[in-house]
């Protein structure tokens, strides 16, 4: 209802952006559909930017997913003690679901894994990049200020 129109999580200050930001990244690793709008559900939740979070969830894209899929599977391998490795692999629906279970959780748990350690980062990118611009365009006003003074100063 009205927590959606809440300004807050449409504006654009800095910590829900950077919000917006980690829950956006955490839920594209998640390997489940809908994870824009559970990433929305999520901004809500947290107060946090809205189209931050849904953008993020878009990281995981039809080009993305392999690779991101993969790097699960091996972190959650590599948690588990499992071997990473794929002796056999067919490209049907018959093998994937006879070996789902191989993969299951060594990729669910990879997911978490890299999904929360990514949207840690994502948080303090967001803040890091946004202190750098600010601070950057304070210099540059400080500057024109400065040169402003100079020439209104000479004769």
């Keep these: ?3 959606v129109f809440s300004p807050e999580l449409w504006h654009v200050p800095r910590r829900p952006v950077a919000g917006g930001a980690a829950v956006g990244v955490f839920w594209c690793f998640i390997p489940i559909p809908g994870q824009m709008f559970i990433g929305i559900l999520t901004a809500l939740a947290l107060r946090v930017n809205i189209p931050i ?3 993020g969830a ?3 894209n039809p080009v993305t997913s392999a690779p991101m899929m993969v790097a699960c599977w091996f972190t959650g391998s590599t948690l588990l003690g499992k071997p990473f490795k794929l002796e056999h692999f067919e490209w049907s629906f018959e093998w994937m679901m006879n070996t789902f279970r191989e993969f299951a959780l060594p990729i669910t748990l ?4 890299l999904g929360a350690i990514c949207s840690v980062i994502a948080y303090f990118a967001v803040h ?3 202190t750098q611009q600010v601070r950057r365009r304070w210099r ?3 500057a024109a ?3 402003q003074e100079r020439s209104a100063a000479e004769p």
């Design 140 to 142: 540059a006003r400080l």
């Design 110 to 113: 990879g997911a978490f894994v």
């Design 58 to 60: 878009f990281i995981s």
């Design 145 to 147: 200020r400065m040169a």
């Design 53 to 55: 979070a849904a953008a």
């Design 1 to 3: 209802g009205t927590a």
């Design 128 to 130: 890091v990049i946004w």
